[in-house]
């Protein structure tokens, strides 16, 4: 029920070419307590009036000369398009009532009138015409604000900013766009009701900081707008961003529990920026994705570099697509090696990109942009397929059979089509499911790992093995290894890399070697680029090594020429015990004089000016002694020992230096990193007894003699390295 208050408000116009007749309606509408009663004779004028007062009741006789009735109706619908035309129409021609009906008026009455039924029509009118502008009010609200947070949503804000950006005009104005950084994992783990209590809170606390003329919109999902507008200073805006930055230092309440969430925000300035809404919006959005990108909880202005690379950005993800669909990827294959044996064991499938017009795009260009745009599943999709094609032709040509590995992305994983891709893949090329192997990162696994489990244990159940990629990088929980149905360990190249000269990546490296065999599971180490990684994890019975040092990825022609000539690598074989002795000193001359006292004696001599070249020959050699000079410019000798203590700590280390360091020599013998410490000059005779000695009480320790370790006859011995020596200080 409309309150008769409203009723007697309501803006009423009457329409009538007889003066005396508009005389007569506006009393009788006065006398009714109707308060905004306007008259007009002028026919042609009507549609203007009501497009700039809005009347709720047109009072409109359809007898006039200039312009009658129905012309008058077809301006109004016009102007009214698709909504409720608020018309009474007013005739003594009672056949116009349907024609007046089907012009657009919702209510007609025959001349002479009886002014109590006329009154009564008018009332109804009104009430109907109030009651449809308050619910379509209503639904304009709906519309235009976000239910959730009360905040304008995207189409009422886009709508403001034009209107904003001018009144501030030519003052500067600014344009944030904030995103909850970690929202979705609310969702995930607390569940939506949670997620929706975040939005709440945040826009709160968006709306307690009363930033000057601020104006502020929930955009969608957990992204949220500000404008501030007519900005006394630019940096103004930064300001207000590191404000709401600092206002989530307060964690969010979620039922009892403490929440805390970080936010990333972009920046774009008009008329600095862009002076249009749809750019300003954009630029912003592109800052927004620059500050995600750079990790989250900052904020990032616009800059034209940005809009470069999203440019480049749209550009790549568009050429990717056809790429998709034009059959422009390529497989390259990358050799395992068995260190055992030296031969290739199998390969890995890495996909290429050949782009027309740009040649082979780096994979760290183009792979992140696949899985940004969800284009992995399907190119993945068609890797699985190719490999298993491949797989099947190598056979088909008589080759012997060679097991190929497939990267699975995270989200590849996640798509509830893998299984049925792998499977139909295998049964098209009719190869045997154990030839093919799936590569799946620790990331991927632990997203969800009931689903995990299940899913790895129903493509075991095909025949197919799996692989834990970059291992070490990422959760690296042995409860999940033991759970989850897998075949080998892949180590991350990042600890290969320098797994010869790093005490702590060897320490990660010999681990994961330890842990992957005592669970029956083969280990794969990526990244092998020198002959002393080779045989330092060979050393460590590394299963397979893959990498540079055997071969770069190839295409599958070259890899089988490769396969065919049975290209091995030379492997160092374990053999008698020889007694090595390790020579580190930067002075050549002192290198030279230690070398020609020592070999006499039937030692396998390995000489270094430093460390690097020292790591190098320990991956290499199984050395027994190091003596090592004190005084070094890369390295003290004692910092060095610490070092090789880590890595290699069965050997029996002794400095030799002509400085007297006491307490620094004295803390590294305590620590255990020294066996012994002889002076400069030395005695020949004294160094070579001690050294002799040293010898036979690591043979002890070791359960050897010292005559098993002697060479048998002089050409036994190991031929001497030359190192390159760097000049004397």
């Known amino acids: 029920m409309i309150p008769t208050t409203s009723l007697h408000s309501a803006k009423i116009l009457i329409v009538d070419d007889q003066p005396v007749n508009l005389a007569v309606l506006e009393q009788l509408l006065a006398s009714a307590g109707y308060t905004a009663v306007s008259a007009t004779s002028d026919g042609p004028a009507v549609a203007e009036l009501h497009r700039l007062h809005g009347y709720d009741l047109i009072v409109l006789d359809l007898n006039m000369p200039l312009m009658d009735g129905f012309q008058v109706l077809e301006s109004l619908r016009l102007l009214e398009a698709e909504q409720y035309l608020p018309v009474l129409a007013v005739s003594a021609e009672s056949a116009y009532k349907l024609r007046a009906l089907e012009a657009g008026a919702k209510d007609f009455i025959c001349k002479p009138c009886d002014y109590g039924e006329l009154l009564t029509r008018i009332r ?59 929202f979705t994992a609310i969702n995930d783990t607390l569940g939506h009701a949670a997620g929706d209590e975040v939005l709440r809170q945040f826009a709160q606390l968006l709306k307690r900081l009363e930033l000057p003329r601020a104006c502020l919109s929930r955009l969608g999902n957990d992204e949220f707008a500000l404008l501030l507008p007519a900005l006394d200073q630019l940096h103004d805006a930064a300001a207000a961003a590191e404000q709401i930055r600092e206002a989530l230092c307060v964690p969010f309440r979620l039922d009892g529990a403490e929440r805390a969430l970080t936010v990333s925000i972009g920046i774009a300035t008009c008329p600095g920026d862009a002076d249009d809404v749809a750019t300003l919006m954009r630029y912003a959005d592109i800052a927004l994705h620059q500050a995600r990108q750079d990790g989250g909880d900052r904020c990032s202005h616009f800059t034209a570099a940005m809009n470069t690379l999203a440019q480049g950005r749209y550009q790549l993800e568009h050429a990717l697509r056809c790429a998709s669909e034009r059959g422009e990827f390529e497989l390259y294959y990358q050799p395992k090696v068995q260190i055992s044996s030296g031969r290739m064991a199998g390969a890995e499938a890495l996909l290429r990109w050949n782009r027309p017009g740009h040649g082979l795009v780096s994979p760290g260009e183009f792979i992140p942009a696949l899985e940004h745009t969800g284009l992995i599943v399907r190119v993945g999709a068609w890797a699985i397929d190719e490999a298993c094609r491949q797989i099947a032709a190598w056979a088909r040509a008589g080759d012997e059979p060679l097991a190929i590995a497939v990267n699975v992305a995270s989200r590849q994983f996640a798509d509830d089509t893998l299984e049925q891709t792998v499977a139909e893949a295998i049964a098209r090329h009719g190869i045997a499911p154990g030839l093919l192997s799936l590569e799946v990162t620790e990331s991927a696994l632990m997203g969800d790992v009931e689903r995990t489990a299940a899913t790895l244990a129903r493509l075991r159940a095909m025949g197919v093995r799996i692989a834990i990629d970059d291992f070490g990088t990422g959760y690296s929980s042995l409860a999940y290894l033991k759970r989850f149905p897998v075949d080998t360990l892949k180590i991350d ?37 020198t002959a002393s990684q080779l045989k330092y994890l060979g050393r460590r019975c590394c299963d397979q090594i893959q990498g540079y040092y055997y071969s770069r990825p190839l295409p599958a022609q070259a890899l089988e020429q490769l396969l065919r000539r049975d290209v091995r690598l030379s492997v160092p074989q374990s053999g008698a015990a020889e007694r090595t002795l390790l020579i580190i000193d930067d002075e050549p001359h002192v290198l030279t004089a230690l070398q020609r006292l020592l070999r006499p004696d039937g030692y396998r001599v390995l000489v270094a000016n430093g460390a690097a070249q020292a790591f190098e020959l320990l991956a290499e050699y199984p050395v027994q002694l190091i003596l090592c000079d004190q005084r070094m410019e890369e390295m003290s000798g004692t910092e060095l020992l610490d070092k090789i203590k880590d890595m290699y700590p069965d050997t029996f280390r002794i400095i030799l230096s002509g400085y007297t360091e ?48 002697r060479p048998h006859a002089a050409a036994t011995a190991a031929p001497r390295p030359e190192p390159a020596l760097m000049g004397g200080r």
Do not use: C
């Open 493 to 529: 190249i990042a600890f290969i890399r320098d797994v010869t000269s790093s005490p702590d990546d060897a320490a990660v490296v010999d681990a994961i070697i330890a842990v992957a065999h005592s669970l029956k599971l083969d280990v794969v180490a990526e990244g092998v680029e």
């Open 662 to 709: 006491l307490k620094t020599i004295m803390e590294s013998i305590n620590r255990g990193s020294l066996y012994r410490f002889y002076t400069k000059p030395w005695d020949n005779r004294t160094l070579r007894d001690n050294i002799r000695a040293a010898f036979r009480h690591y043979w002890q320790l070791h359960g050897l003699s010292d005559e098993a370790a």
């Open 124 to 182: 109804n009118m009104l009430e109907v015409r109030l009651l449809y502008s308050d619910s379509r009010a209503y639904g304009l609200r709906m519309a235009s604000y976000d239910s959730l947070t009360g905040l304008p949503n995207r189409q009422l804000f886009t709508q403001s900013l034009e209107r904003q950006l001018a009144a501030a005009w030519p003052r500067a104005s600014a344009l944030l766009l904030v995103d909850l950084d970690g």
